[in-house]
């Protein structure tokens, strides 16, 4: 008898606990709680120890920027227009999760479809890709979504070269002297993953989904990000390969059928802004 | 004496598993009420009512926590740390927190994870000041960039966009807080 006691107030004590510990779960997992928002930040704040400064970043940036510009071409001789995509990115970037560093937005006069980010917030957009656009939306959705690789640093993340800069004290000293030949090397392998390679699947799919989120939160129909995409698809047999949207990223429809389960978080889509008239106004 | 050990175990189940629920329960109303969203737009500022032209009661820097009282939509009723009271256009919040900005300590990657602004913005500043950084002009001198592609980096640098230019831009799209 004692010892079916025992199992008793055994189990009385594991149901209590079990009970707890599942409700806990639970919390972790939904990502509206407030235990798993205080984990991500709390998980933010302890991998940002490891990552790059701004200005570092920003003037490996700048180095990108002059080999994607010797590649896909010059920023095209019209201000309305880049004036117009700055607006349009930088009404984007002050509701992204990295609205505090200054970004840059750049029409490249390219004949392939493709956008970039370098780091340090230097986007880079193509006349091609730009003309395949119907509305400012859209304008947005892509920029968001290079916005997005910014934000989460993913082109450094991505290579393991950046590890050299661990112990060298400046910037000057890292791209000088001893230093230069690994510095140059480190843009070479950026520029692989960024023009040929590409980033990994799991970071453009973060990117997309930063996408319909921020041009939600700037006021833009989030919907817009899905339009471009199956846009492009339909594109892709007649496009060029190399160097492109469609060669540096993850399969169309995969991307595509991610976005529209994630359709049902923005129930007000429809009722926001869109922007046609303007967009080809700009265009023209 | 059997009869009671059983009946006081029975009880003893009984109480844990009430008191499971009442945690539940008093969970589910706590998180209710104190929803925890982020500042992640540059010149947020809480609203003494839910349109962008009402007044302004407090600026809110990135990176601020605030507690949802009430929503409205596209509008949120909050408190802040301070306690003020007042109303923000929910895309200027977010669930996750923003990027934290580090400054260099023990090595370029060994960074702190402290704000650096003040840093990020001297450099803006700089550039815009003398063009390439040093270190870019001596990346591009290294690899022989021809000078055509320097200039265009240089303009596209000095190219700029105003908080004033942003905030028409977006009044003329009814965009964002400007929709109404």
Redesign the interface.
């Known amino acids: 008898?004692k010892r079916y006691?025992l199992i008793?107030?055994f189990?009385?004590?594991a149901?209590?606990a079990s009970?707890?510990w599942m409700?806990q779960l639970q919390?972790l997992a939904d990502?509206?709680?407030?235990e798993r928002?205080i984990l991500?930040?709390t998980t933010?704040?302890l991998s940002?120890?490891?990552?790059?400064?701004?200005?570092?970043e920003?003037?490996i940036g700048?180095?990108l920027?002059?080999e994607s510009?010797?590649r896909f071409g010059?920023?095209v001789a019209k201000e309305t227009m880049?004036?117009y995509v700055?607006?349009v990115g930088?009404?984007v970037a002050?509701?992204?999760?990295?609205?505090?560093?200054?970004y840059?937005f750049?029409v490249l006069d390219s004949s392939v479809q493709n956008a970039f980010a370098a780091p340090g917030g230097?986007i880079f957009i193509s006349k091609a890709l730009l003309e395949t656009l119907t509305d400012?939306a859209e304008l947005a959705a892509v920029l968001a979504h290079e916005i997005g690789h910014v934000?989460?640093k993913h082109a450094l993340k991505s290579t393991q070269r950046?590890?050299f800069?661990?112990?060298?004290?400046?910037?000057?000293a890292?791209?000088?002297g001893g230093k230069?030949k690994e510095?140059?090397a480190l843009?070479g392998d950026l520029q692989n993953k960024l023009f040929d390679q590409g980033l990994d699947k799991s970071m453009e799919f973060e990117a997309d989904l930063a996408a319909m989120?921020t041009s939600?939160?700037?006021?833009?129909n989030p919907l817009a990000m899905i339009r471009v995409l199956e846009r492009l698809q339909k594109l892709e047999a007649s496009s060029v390969k190399k160097g492109s949207w469609f060669s540096t990223h993850p399969p169309l429809k995969e991307r595509i059928a991610r976005l529209k389960r994630e359709q049902a978080r923005y129930p007000?889509a429809a009722t926001?802004?869109e922007?046609p008239e303007?967009f080809r106004g700009k265009m023209k | 004496m059997?009869n009671i050990?059983?009946l006081g175990?029975i009880c003893?189940?009984l109480?844990?598993?009430a008191?499971?629920a009442g945690?539940?329960a008093t969970?589910t109303s706590s998180?209710a009420a104190?929803?925890?969203r982020w500042v992640?737009?540059?010149?947020t500022t809480l609203k003494a009512e839910a349109v962008a032209s009402s007044a302004d009661i407090l600026p809110l820097a990135?990176g601020a926590e605030v507690q949802v009282l009430e929503n409205a939509?596209?509008w949120l009723k909050v408190q802040s740390a301070s306690k003020e009271r007042g109303w923000v256009f929910?895309?200027?919040l977010?669930?996750?927190?923003?990027?934290?900005?580090?400054?260099?300590s023990?090595?370029?990657?060994?960074?702190?994870?402290q704000q650096?602004?003040i840093?990020?913005a001297k450099?803006?500043s700089a550039r815009s000041i003398r063009g390439?950084?040093?270190?870019?002009e001596?990346?591009?001198k290294?690899?022989g960039?021809?000078l055509?592609?320097?200039q265009?980096?240089d303009?596209?640098?000095a190219?700029r966009?105003s908080k004033g230019?942003?905030i028409s831009?977006?009044r003329?799209?009814?965009?964002?807080?400007?929709?109404q």
């Open positions: 008898m006691l008793l107030c189990l009385a004590v149901v209590t009970a707890a409700d919390k990502p509206e709680s407030k928002k991500s930040g933010q704040v940002s120890s490891k990552e790059i400064d701004y200005i570092t920003r003037t700048e180095a920027a002059l510009m010797q010059k920023p880049q004036q700055n607006l930088a009404v002050q509701s992204s999760l990295r609205s505090t560093i200054p840059h750049t230097m400012e934000a989460a950046a590890q800069l661990q112990g060298v004290g400046t910037i000057t890292a791209t000088s230069g510095y140059q843009i989120e939600y939160r700037a006021g833009y007000d926001l802004a922007l303007r | 059997r050990l059983v175990s003893l189940l109480l844990g598993c008191a499971t945690d539940l969970t998180s104190s929803e925890i992640v737009g540059t010149g990135v939509g596209r929910a895309g200027r977010s669930a996750t927190p923003p990027v934290a900005e580090v400054t260099p023990e090595g370029l990657l060994a960074a702190s994870a650096s602004q840093e990020i450099a803006d390439l950084s040093a270190e870019t001596g990346y591009a290294e690899r960039t021809p055509e592609y320097r265009a980096l303009g596209i640098l190219r966009v230019e942003i831009f977006m003329a799209g009814k965009l964002g807080e400007y929709a």
